[in-house]
């Protein structure tokens, strides 16, 4: 880091900081500040783009969009150290100087590097939940820490500063806190069933800063116990009230089916995991790889249509911020897998295109993580994207499977567990009858700015 990027750094970090700190104070608006806050951002950010996003956060916020009461909770509901890590790792580091980062590497490299690195270091867990994607890899092999530890730091050559940490289940994976703890340069999302996390443990996320995780439920209690196990939906609230207690960033992380659609879209949804303190909640709808994989627990074409609305109703009304990892392809420029903005490595060290799509060509004992991205079976797979002109239908398996069976094909890709290839071989032609009926799906579905790639 040149010594003017470290000098911009410390302004943006000290500015930014010092007036949400100021915003907080007895007799203070929140509101305000934080305009202010952002006012400075965008002045002190030489690059165009993240001004402009930096203005149109502004705007939203002083034309009273609920994501002003969002802002407000973050400033509000968290402890010191977590909402200056975030601001710092998140906002300053990873988003706008990482971004600046990445464009400047983009010749050099010949990709432009993702935001976004995925982790599975171990994908061990007490649970047995049905429909698990991570089931079929071997419970046996796991990484290392100074494999992870390797991982990371090639990401943060490359201005990747957000790290997800999955499996499995992450806090199952005994150096977990150890890596936390060497880069607390970073932002971790963990994704977990939340049952191992101690007491201890939520002290020491606390303290850390920089860990913010995403607990999984299927609903409410019949929902999540009868997939999760007796207890779990109980036991997700109180861990949820010790989180909220120490000050941590948090949300949730909804697995939506066939079965449980409309429950977890719900406003009464929404408002239990907001009350319970949730600043972010995810939507993954189910996926047929892993464990016993079934077809019909998919959610139907017109349950994920009723899916995508909820969620946009969602954000336009409520002070939580919900992202659809599928229907949001709209927002997102179709698929972000494959490097365009992340992707997976798995416990194998096996380089992944998506933690659901799991085939791959490379290992990280063979090849760093710029090899793997700039590889023929990454490059193949992103010069199909986006998958589809539509970008409301942006996943390679189930929205155009025919172009990953072609990807596979040409470049050779292995699976990376025993059930993988059912994707491309068994359930193909269901998968391409499910694909055209979410198009039939759409045609009455609201159609936007982002639907159509240009």
């Known amino acids: 880091m040149s ?69 407000v909770r973050f400033l509000t509901q968290l402890n010191k150290e977590v909402r200056h890590r975030l601001v710092r790792n998140l906002f300053i580091d990873e988003a706008l100087m990482g971004y600046a980062k990445r464009h400047k590497l983009e010749k050099k490299l010949g990709f432009y590097p993702p935001g976004i690195l995925v982790i599975s270091p171990t994908m061990s867990c007490p649970l047995k939940c049905y429909g698990c994607y991570a089931a ?71 303290e850390l800063g920089n860990v913010f995780p995403a607990i999984s439920c299927e609903g409410f209690e019949d929902e999540t116990d009868r997939r999760r196990g007796a207890g779990a939906f109980g036991r997700v609230n109180e861990l949820m009230r010790k989180l909220k207690e120490r000050g941590m960033f948090f949300g949730f992380s909804a697995t939506a089916t066939r079965e449980n659609v409309e429950v977890v879209a719900s406003e009464k949804f929404i408002q239990h995991w907001l009350d319970a303190g949730c600043l972010f909640g995810w939507y993954f709808i189910y996926m047929p790889v892993g464990r016993e994989p079934k077809l019909d627990l998919m959610p139907t074409p017109e349950q994920r249509v009723f899916l995508s609305k909820r969620v946009k109703e969602t954000r336009s009304t409520k002070p939580i911020m919900v992202m659809d990892f599928w229907n949001d392809g709209e927002h997102a420029g179709g698929c972000i897998a494959g490097g365009r903005k992340y992707l997976h490595v798995n416990n194998r060290g096996d380089y992944e295109v998506c933690v659901f799509c799991h085939f791959a060509k490379d290992n990280i004992k063979d090849k760093t993580l710029v090899e793997a991205i700039g590889s023929d079976f990454f490059r193949e797979f992103r010069s199909h994207q986006p998958f589809n002109k539509d970008l409301r239908r942006p996943c390679i398996m189930i929205d155009n499977p025919h172009i990953l069976r ?49």
């Open 136 to 206: 079929e890899y071997p419970k046996n092999e796991q990484l290392t820490f100074e494999q992870v530890d390797s991982l990371i730091q090639q990401a943060k050559d490359i201005g990747i500063q957000f790290i997800v940490i999955t499996g499995g289940e992450p806090y199952y994976w005994k150096p977990l806190f150890d890596i936390f703890a060497k880069h607390r340069d970073c932002v971790f999302q963990t994704y977990t069933s939340g049952l191992l996390i101690t007491d201890e443990m939520v002290d020491k996320l606390a």
């Open 406 to 454: 072609e990807v596979v094909a040409k470049t050779g890709a292995y699976g990376t567990h025993p059930g993988a290839t059912t994707m491309i071989n068994e359930f193909a032609p269901m998968l391409d009858k499910y694909a055209e009926e979410f198009g039939e799906a759409l045609k009455n579905a609201p159609v936007s700015k982002y639907t159509l790639h240009p």
């Open 3 to 71: 010594m003017g990027t470290k000098v911009k750094r410390f302004a943006l970090d000290k500015t930014i900081n010092k007036a949400l700190d100021y915003a907080i104070r007895p007799g203070k608006d929140p509101k305000k500040a934080i305009i202010k806050g952002l006012k400075v951002a965008a002045k002190l950010t030489d690059d165009k783009l993240w001004s402009a996003v930096v203005a149109g956060i502004q705007k939203k916020f002083e034309e009273g969009h609920p994501m002003g009461g969002l802002a």
